[in-house]
Nanobody, 116 residues
Framework: QVQLVESGGGLVQPGGSLRLSCAAS????????MSWSRQAPGKERDVVAR????????NYADSVKGRFTISRDNAKNTVYLQMNSLKPEDTAVYYC?????????WGQGTQVTVSS
């Protein structure tokens, strides 16, 4: 079955960096677009970055453009989110997501807290 396992979250000071990872299994990773989303307390879950199957196309939410970079390693079935210049408003649970055979799959999420 499809499994997505996020890791790499934690507590970081404003201006700091974190790199999130999402290990995928149960589907042909190299043939699927991947995305990262986040959900802050009391808010809806929003997509922050997307990457196409061969990393040809990447898209970012305006709020993270120039600070976050999505990438993937198809040999390791892993998608990454490099987050730089972090701000308190980036605090959220971060999820990776894939659409397989018309169904959305999500990982359990990893908490990112940006605070001094």
């Amino acid at each position: 079955q499809v499994q997505l396992v996020e890791s790499g979250g934690g507590l970081v000071q404003p201006g700091g960096s974190l790199r999130l990872s999402c290990a995928a299994s149960g589907f042909t990773f190299s043939l699927n677009n991947m995305s990262w989303s986040r959900q802050a307390p009391g808010k809806e879950r929003d997509v922050v970055a997307r990457i196409s199957v061969a990393s040809i196309v990447t898209n970012y939410a305006d709020s993270v453009k120039g600070r976050f970079t999505i990438s993937r390693d198809n040999a390791k079935n892993t998608v990454y989110l490099q987050m730089n210049s972090l701000k308190p408003e980036d605090t959220a649970v971060y999820y990776c997501n894939v659409l397989v055979n018309g169904r959305d799959y999500w990982g359990q999420g990893t908490q990112v807290t940006v605070s001094s």
